[in-house]
């Protein structure tokens, strides 16, 4: 009796407000409950799709890891000091000097006889020095440096990318037996020797990589 006085006495706008939130509180309560379900949905979908991204990133991973174990696993362990450390450079120049210098009227000066002696010998040959061995179960690699730089033009560049690239490039073509090689650096500088014939220092560093 007291609680139904104590209403009467309530105004009566404020009385047909508090009915109507009264009446409200089921659909807001409902409305909240259906947003946080949704957001958990759009949160759970949301994670879904990054698990199968990341799925498909380790299998097309895998694949690949699969793709150059098999490339590279019965690789030559001599690959480079047959294929690169073999290599000549500058042979229309070495032809040249060699032509001069079997003219029976030529005069030979000390410039054209170093020159060719350069060209001809170790000094202008790739010559690597290894270091930083690192074994695991699973593959053996190690640093492959070269211990000075070399002269060499457009043709030769071709030729050294296509052994270590693994690329066919122009008319060289790629040795067999190609362990997994990785470009660490590479530099490349024109020298003007000869204005007829463009030159160029070559230095590099590489990463052989051999799968047992």
Not at 12 to 34: D, K, M, N, S
Not at 175 to 197: T, V
Request: with cysteine.
């Amino acid at each position: 009796m007291d609680l139904f006085n104590s209403i009467k006495k309530i105004p009566q706008g404020q009385l047909l407000g508090c009915l109507v939130l009264i009446g409200l509180l089921p659909v807001l309560v409902t409305a909240y409950l259906f947003w946080s379900d949704l957001d958990y949905i759009n949160s759970f979908e949301y994670n879904l799709e990054n698990v199968e991204e990341l799925a498909m990133r380790v299998e097309k991973k895998q694949i690949s890891n699969k793709a150059t174990l098999n490339e590279h696993r019965n690789a030559d362990h001599f690959y480079i000091d047959k294929q690169l450390e073999t290599l000549t450079f500058l042979e229309p120049e070495v032809e040249s000097l060699k032509k001069t210098a079997e003219n029976p009227h030529f005069i030979e000066d000390e410039p054209t006889r170093k020159r060719l002696n350069f060209l001809t010998g170790k000094q202008n040959h790739l010559t690597f020095s290894e270091s930083n061995v690192q074994s695991t179960p699973f593959f053996q690699e190690v640093t492959e440096t070269l211990l000075y730089p070399v002269e060499i033009n457009l043709q030769d560049l071709q030729k050294i990318l296509t052994v270590v690239e693994g690329r066919d490039l122009g008319v060289f073509k790629t040795p067999d037996g190609r362990p997994q090689l990785l470009i660490l650096d590479f530099k490349i500088e024109k020298k003007n020797i000869r204005e007829e014939n463009q030159v160029f220092d070559l230095n590099m560093k590489l990463l052989k990589r051999e799968y047992p």
